[in-house]
């Protein structure tokens, strides 16, 4: 029995040498070298947004009389990122900027899916895709599709993407993560969508790194358009901190209100995530171990 015990220690001890030697979460933000976030105004073709301290999609208007067209590009530095990195999930991370993102501004009264984002990643060689946050606008970023006509986007649909995107996939808001009175998604509150292993996201990684500029851009475009009949979506302003917005506003229902980001705790973020094998080889190996007495 002791020597039993014994070898299950010495299990327990491998399995933690291990565990501290297993790959980190990587997180890239907007902040980082190679970064940059702006929101793209397809009613002011020529305005450059880049610095400004929020980041926002919306759509208003009729369909006959569509009014606003918005979309945000996040771009981030990824020359540190290695083959075994990208063998884990991949996660877009955004946070919320205020706190009026109430129950009706994400959930369809009439009982049908709460809004959300639609995801593109842009292909590394496209021309233009180290865009200069300095001077980007619907005129002239790449992946854009500038015509005028605010009711289509900029980045295209999901089933016909502009040239030089790839569709991700959509994330919905989640009625869960509600707080307060009123109800709303709380400040700082994270918004995150998950690329599994082998996605067109890992893809574009690894292709950046063969580039000189070495960095990858994600389209985000609010879920919903003008077609829709829930007037709450319709011209507001979907809110996420960029960079610029180093400190974060007040929330009472938050636990990070009024949080700092000066060192990009809240940016968007590019995070890769370590293969879920390690942990699965972690307990293997104390299993065989004990197995093995």
């Known amino acids: 029995m002791r020597k039993r015990n014994l070898m299950l220690l010495m299990a327990m001890a491998a399995a933690m040498v291990l565990a501290a030697q297993a790959p980190a979460v990587i997180r890239i933000t907007t902040n980082m070298p190679g970064g940059a976030d702006a929101e793209l105004r397809e009613e002011a073709p020529d305005t450059n947004r880049g610095s400004s301290n929020e980041l926002a999609s919306r759509v208003s208007g009729t369909v006959e009389n569509p009014t606003q067209n918005s979309l945000i590009y996040l771009k981030f530095g990824v020359a540190g990122i290695t083959p075994s990195d990208l063998l884990g999930n991949i996660i877009v991370q955004t946070t919320y900027r205020n706190n009026n993102i109430t129950a009706g501004r994400i959930q369809d009264p009439l009982g049908g899916p709460n809004t959300g984002w639609d995801y593109y990643v842009m292909d590394p060689w496209l021309t233009g895709a180290d865009w200069d946050e300095a001077t980007i606008t619907p005129r002239n970023a790449p ?26 996939g959509r994330k919905l808001y989640d009625s869960a993560e509600l707080v307060g009175s009123p109800l709303h998604l709380p400040v700082g509150g994270p918004f995150n969508f998950v690329c599994e292993p082998g996605s067109a996201l890992h893809d574009a990684v690894a292709a950046a790194l063969e580039t000189d500029h070495k960095t990858v851009t994600i389209v985000m475009a609010i879920a919903h358009d003008q077609s829709t009949n829930n007037s709450q979506w319709k011209g507001f302003n979907y809110l996420f901190n960029p960079k610029e917005m180093t400190t974060l506003n007040t929330d009472a229902a938050s636990p990070w209100s009024g949080m700092s980001n000066a060192n990009g705790e809240f940016s968007p973020a590019l995070i890769f995530v370590p293969e879920p094998a390690t942990m699965v080889i972690l307990l293997a190996g104390g299993l065989l171990l004990r197995r093995r007495q």
Do not use: I
């Not at 015509?147 to 030089?164: A, Y």
């Open 143 to 168: 992946g854009y599709y500038y015509d005028g006509n605010l009711f289509t986007k900029g980045c295209g649909t999901p089933e016909e993407p502009m040239d030089g995107l790839t569709y991700l």
